[in-house]
C-alpha cells in the first residue's frame, strides 16, 4: 500500500483488520459506556469498537497527555538527591474511528508541544500514535466543526480516513505511517472504484449541510478578541457565569495547560504533570499573595484571547477550537464557545 | 532530543542571611561540564527544585564571572521558598536553566544607566550593576537607586558598601521607615529622583521590585521625559515550566518566561491584560 491511495474495505472484513491492529499495538476506539454515551478507550476486541456514534465524550488527548503523569524520578541516597531520571511512555498506538474535530485537536496539540524547545515527553507518545479518523455523516447537535475548518471530513492531518459507505468504508491513506497500518493486510483491501469516492464527495457535502444557521460564527469575534474590543464589563458579566470548575478545559480538546506536583517515596520520589485550567483562581496566584487575575472576568478574557485571537492562531497554525461542542455539554454556566462568540457577536450578555 | 523538564543536581555551596526572612544561596553543579554549558546573561533566571516540595523560579543574581557557582536571593513566602530556607550546606537541589531572555547590554551601551530598585527587586539588578562596572568605560554614567521598607530590609550589604566606595558610579539608598541609627534618605524610592539630575533622552532605566512600585517609577520616568522604551523591567510571574509550555505565565500572548522576563515599558504598554 502506498501513500495517497483510496481504497474500500468491506463491512464483513473490517473486524479482520481491526485484530490485526490489535496484535500490533494498544489500540483506542470509541466504546460503550453507560445509557447512550460513548467514550474514546482501549478497546480488546473488534467487537468493543463502536463504528454508530456522534462523538465520544471525552477527547484523545488523555492518551496523549494523561491528567496526571509522571515525568521525571529522582532517586535518594543517603538523604540526599543523587540522581534524576525522565519518566518516558513508549508504547505503540493506533486510535481507531476517532472524530476529524478530534484529529484536528492533536495537530494543534503537535504544533504546542512540538514547539521549540520540545516537550519531549508529548512528543515520543506522539510519535508512536497514529490516527485513523472516521468521517462525519451525521454531526452532533452540539457541533460546529464546519466553523472552525476541523471536521466533518478531513483534508489532511489523518494518517488514514475511513467514511461510511452502503457496504463498507472508503479508506482514505494519507501519510506513510498510514500505509503501514495497511500491511499485512492488503488482500483485505480494493482500489476505491469512482462510484466510492463520488459517493464520499457527496457524503461531505450533505454532512456540511446538516449544520444548522445559529452556530459559532468565529469570523466577528476572532476579529473582536484579536484587537482586544470586548469590553470589560461583557468579560465581567460571562465571569460571573463561570463556576471556576474548569470541566470546559478537561473536556477540550485542546486546552493543555498544566502544573506539576512531587510525590515522595522510601527511595526517592517523582515529578508528575497535571491537567490545570486557567479559569481557576489559584492558576495564577504568586506566593506573596499577588494574582495578576484576580477576577473571573479576567481569566474567562485570558482562556478565549488564547482559544480565538490571530495572535495564538499564528503560534499554533489554527485557532484553539475545533467546535466538538463538549463544551456546551459540560459549561453549567452556559460559557461554552457558541455562546461565547454569540455574545462577543451582540456586544452583550 | 534534550528533555527540558529535567533539572540537573546542584549542591549549596553556601547560604548568607540577607534579613530576617531573606537568604542568597550559592549553588554549584554536581557536573562541572553541566557549569560550562550554564553561560546566562544578567536578568535570565533558572527553575530550582526541592525534590518532594517543587520547584520555582528565581533570577540568576550573580555576575557569571570566575566564580564555579551562581546565586539566588529567596524570601521565604511560599511552599518551595520556605523548603529552600530550611536547607543547609552541602544539600542537593535540582535547576534547570538558564531561561528567559536577559537585560540588553551592548545596546545601551554609552547611555546613562539609572538602576531603579524596591526591597527583593535588587537581585535581578544585581549581576547586570556588576556587569556594567567591569565595563563602565563603555557607560556614560552608572546610576543605582535603591529603596527598602526598614534598614533591616537592605539586601547585598557587602555590595552596597563597595558600590558606595567606588567613584565611577553613585550609590542612593532609601527606607521607607527608618529605625534608630538611620541616618540616610526616607521615602519611597522615587523620591531620590530629586536627588539626582536625569538627562532623559541619555537614560535607560532597569527597574524592578514590587508591582506597586514599578507603576508609580514608570509613571514618574515617564514624567521626567524618558522614552516608553528606555524603561526597562523584569516582570514576575509564576512561570511553572519556565520554556513555554504549561501557560501559567502568559500576559496576552507573551510568554514571560521565555518572550521576557525583561521587557521595555513600550512593550508591557502594548499588552492584552495588565502587566
Known amino acids: ?349 | 532530543m534534550g528533555n527540558a523538564f529535567l533539572p540537573d543536581l546542584a549542591q549549596i555551596a553556601n547560604i548568607r542571611d540577607e534579613t530576617r526572612d531573606t537568604k542568597t544561596f550559592a549553588l554549584r553543579f554536581l557536573d562541572p561540564a553541566r557549569w560550562e554549558a550554564f553561560q546566562y546573561r544578567p536578568g535570565q533566571f533558572a527553575e530550582v527544585s526541592v525534590f518532594g516540595v517543587g520547584e520555582a523560579p528565581f533570577c540568576l543574581a550573580s555576575p557569571r564571572d570566575g566564580a564555579d557557582a551562581f546565586e539566588i536571593t529567596v524570601r521565604a513566602v511560599g511552599a518551595v521558598t520556605e523548603a529552600l530556607h530550611a536547607l543547609r550546606t552541602g544539600d542537593v537541589v535540582g535547576v534547570r536553566g538558564p531561561l528567559g531572555n536577559g537585560f540588553p547590554f551592548n545596546e545601551v551601551k554609552g547611555k546613562d544607566l539609572l538602576f531603579v530598585a524596591g526591597g527583593i527587586g535588587l537581585p535581578p539588578l544585581r549581576p547586570l550593576i556588576w556587569q556594567v562596572l567591569v565595563e563602565q568605560a563603555s557607560f556614560h554614567s552608572i546610576r543605582v537607586l535603591y529603596g527598602a521598607r526598614t534598614p533591616s530590609d537592605l539586601v547585598y550589604r557587602d555590595d552596597l558598601e563597595r558600590w558606595r566606595g567606588r567613584d565611577d558610579m553613585q550609590l542612593l539608598v532609601t527606607v521607607d521607615v527608618a529605625g534608630e541609627g538611620w541616618t540616610g534618605n526616607v521615602g519611597v524610592v522615587s523620591t531620590l529622583f530629586s536627588k539626582i539630575r536625569i538627562d532623559a533622552p541619555a537614560t535607560i532605566a532597569f527597574v524592578c521590585g514590587p508591582p506597586v512600585m514599578i507603576r508609580f517609577v514608570t509613571r514618574d520616568l515617564l514624567n521626567l521625559g524618558l522614552a516608553e522604551e528606555s524603561i526597562i523591567t523584569t516582570l514576575e510571574r509564576h512561570m511553572r515550566c519556565g520554556v513555554g509550555k504549561c501557560n501559567h505565565c502568559l500576559i496576552g500572548d507573551k510568554y514571560v518566561c521565555t518572550d521576557g522576563p525583561v521587557f521595555t515599558y513600550r512593550q508591557i504598554k502594548s499588552m492584552m491584560e495588565p502587566a
Open chain 1, 1 to 349: 500500500m502506498r501513500e495517497h491511495a483510496a481504497l474500500v474495505i468491506t463491512t464483513s472484513d473490517l473486524p479482520t483488520w481491526v485484530g490485526h491492529l490489535l496484535s500490533r499495538s494498544q489500540l483506542i476506539a470509541p466504546q460503550a459506556l453507560v445509557g447512550s454515551d460513548v467514550a474514546y478507550d482501549v478497546v480488546s476486541s473488534p467487537d468493543d469498537v463502536r463504528w454508530d456514534y456522534q462523538n465520544s465524550l471525552t477527547p484523545l488527548k488523555r492518551f496523549l497527555f494523561p491528567p496526571s503523569d509522571p515525568m521525571l524520578r529522582w532517586t535518594q541516597t543517603n538523604g540526599r538527591p543523587s540522581a534524576v531520571e525522565p519518566v518516558y511512555d513508549d508504547k505503540e498506538r493506533v486510535f481507531l474511528a476517532v472524530r476529524p474535530c478530534d484529529v484536528s485537536a492533536v495537530l494543534i496539540l503537535d504544533r504546542s508541544f512540538g514547539r521549540d524547545p520540545e516537550d519531549v515527553q508529548y512528543t515520543r507518545r506522539r510519535q508512536r500514535s497514529a490516527l485513523i479518523a472516521l468521517a462525519c455523516t451525521e454531526p452532533g447537535p452540539n457541533c460546529f466543526c464546519v466553523c472552525a475548518n476541523a471536521g466533518p471530513f478531513l483534508d489532511q492531518g489523518y494518517d488514514v480516513q475511513l467514511t461510511r459507505l452502503a457496504h463498507g468504508y472508503l479508506v482514505e491513506v494519507g501519510t506513510e505511517k498510514g500505509a503501514s497500518l495497511l500491511s499485512g493486510c492488503e488482500s483485505l483491501f480494493d482500489p476505491a472504484p469512482a462510484a466510492a469516492l463520488d459517493a464520499r464527495q457527496r457524503l461531505a457535502r450533505e454532512a456540511e449541510n446538516q449544520f444548522g444557521e445559529d452556530k459559532a460564527y468565529f469570523a466577528a469575534a476572532l476579529r473582536q478578541v484579536t484587537f482586544n474590543r470586548v469590553s470589560d464589563d461583557l468579560w465581567r458579566g460571562m465571569g460571573e457565569l463561570c463556576l471556576g470548575c474548569g470541566g470546559c478545559a478537561f473536556v477540550c480538546p485542546t486546552c493543555h495547560c498544566f502544573a506539576t506536583a512531587d510525590c515522595t517515596d522510601s527511595g526517592g520520589g517523582c515529578r508528575l504533570r497535571l491537567w490545570d485550567s486557567c479559569l481557576y483562581e489559584a492558576y495564577t496566584l504568586e506566593a506573596s499573595g499577588h494574582n495578576p487575575r484576580a477576577e473571573r472576568g479576567q481569566r474567562v478574557k485570558a482562556r478565549f484571547f488564547h482559544k480565538l485571537s490571530y495572535q495564538f492562531a499564528q503560534k499554533l497554525g489554527a485557532h484553539g477550537c475545533v467546535g466538538c461542542g463538549r463544551c456546551v455539554t459540560a459549561c453549567l454556566g452556559s460559557n461554552d464557545m457558541p455562546a461565547v462568540t454569540a455574545r462577543i457577536r451582540r456586544g452583550a450578555l
